[in-house]
């Protein structure tokens, strides 16, 4: 039988060692990347228990009475080890239910993992959703590489990574996040956002996870004409942030950069996440965005939410 409580800082290694051992889990769902922003969030996280052992965890925050999984997070559902199959993950799903309504909460944002993220088949909780009633109430559109397959970059592409390569720009593992952070903030800026991370946060959570948060540069000497911020999943890397000076897109060398990371540095692994492409919680298409992504071999792989009006 199988228990539902809220999480207590006293569970973060307990919580740690679910993900580390979960199907669907990754380092964004361990405790030192998700209470980087403790304060912005109020957490109303669940582990899930049979008899002593935890084997699920829930990562979620409260806004006014909805819960949402996480709201700091991209994707976090149910985050599941081996031993939670389907007819305890319907179990686990009524007990969720139960919990939060006695605790006054209205509905449920369930923002599920999407399969390329996942290190083994884990979607039993798309089916409980079902059960439940919970609807799709949005989906975003990202692109993946898949690794293994043949990557067939388009000729256009192709030609952009021959320029940059004449022109002499070298793709390197960058050490400093400061220049990086300092030339995104910039290119975002064009867009009226700033980036997500500040450069603090960006060196605090890097220094946690050191393998994998990885900054990728192309230079041409000591000038920095292009970044890519890398997070490592293992089975699948993502591109968190990418960044280009006006002299990089000139000489192309983000299509180099791009193009290294894909056919070289993580051939070996399954995916290349590059990230989503959609505006306006998944209404609109930013067509330049996702073709350019198209243009490296990627296709869609859909992020979905789910309200589940408790």
């Known amino acids: 039988m199988v228990k539902a409580r809220p999480y207590d800082a006293s569970d973060a ?10 199907r669907n889990g990754n380092f964004l769902h361990r405790r030192g990347y998700m209470d980087y922003h403790a304060d912005r ?3 109303r996280s669940l582990v899930v228990e049979r008899g002593a052992e935890i084997v699920a965890v829930f990562p979620a925050s409260l806004r006014e009475n909805v819960v949402t ?3 700091g997070l991209t994707y976090a559902g149910l985050i599941t080890t081996h031993d939670l199959r389907a007819d305890s993950t319907l179990a686990v799903f009524e007990l969720m239910g139960e919990h939060y309504r006695q605790a006054g909460v209205s509905s449920l944002i369930y923002k599920a993992v999407p399969h390329v993220f996942h290190a083994y088949p884990s979607e039993e909780d798309l089916y409980a959703l079902q059960r439940v009633g919970a609807r799709l109430v949005r989906r975003d559109i990202s692109s993946v590489v898949p690794l293994r397959e043949r990557v067939s970059f388009s000729e256009a592409r192709r030609r952009a990574i021959r320029r940059a ?3 002499g720009v070298q793709v390197r593992r960058g050490n400093d996040l400061t220049e990086y952070h300092a030339l995104l903030g910039e290119v975002l800026r064009r867009h009226d956002v700033a980036p997500t991370h500040s450069l603090a946060e960006l060196q605090l959570l890097q220094s946690r996870f050191p ?3 990885v900054l990728h540069e192309a230079r041409q000497g000591d000038a920095l004409l292009a970044g890519v911020l890398v997070y490592d999943f293992g089975r699948t890397v993502h591109s968190q942030y990418i960044a280009a000076s006006e002299e990089g897109r000139r000489v ?9 990371l894909v056919s070289e540095t993580y051939a070996d692994r399954s995916y290349f996440s590059f990230g989503i492409s959609t505006e306006q919680a998944g209404t609109v298409l930013n067509s330049g965005l996702i073709a350019q992504k198209e243009s490296f071999g990627a296709r869609a792989v859909v992020h ?7």
């Open 41 to 43: 969030f109020t957490d």
């Open 252 to 260: 192309d060398a983000l299509s180099l950069l791009l193009g290294t």
């Open 304 to 310: 979905d939410f789910y309200e589940w009006v408790l």
């Open 13 to 22: 290694a307990a919580w740690d060692a679910v993900v580390g051992r979960s």
């Open 211 to 213: 393998e994998q948060i």
């Open 69 to 71: 999984s996480h709201g």
């Open 165 to 167: 390569d004449a022109a």
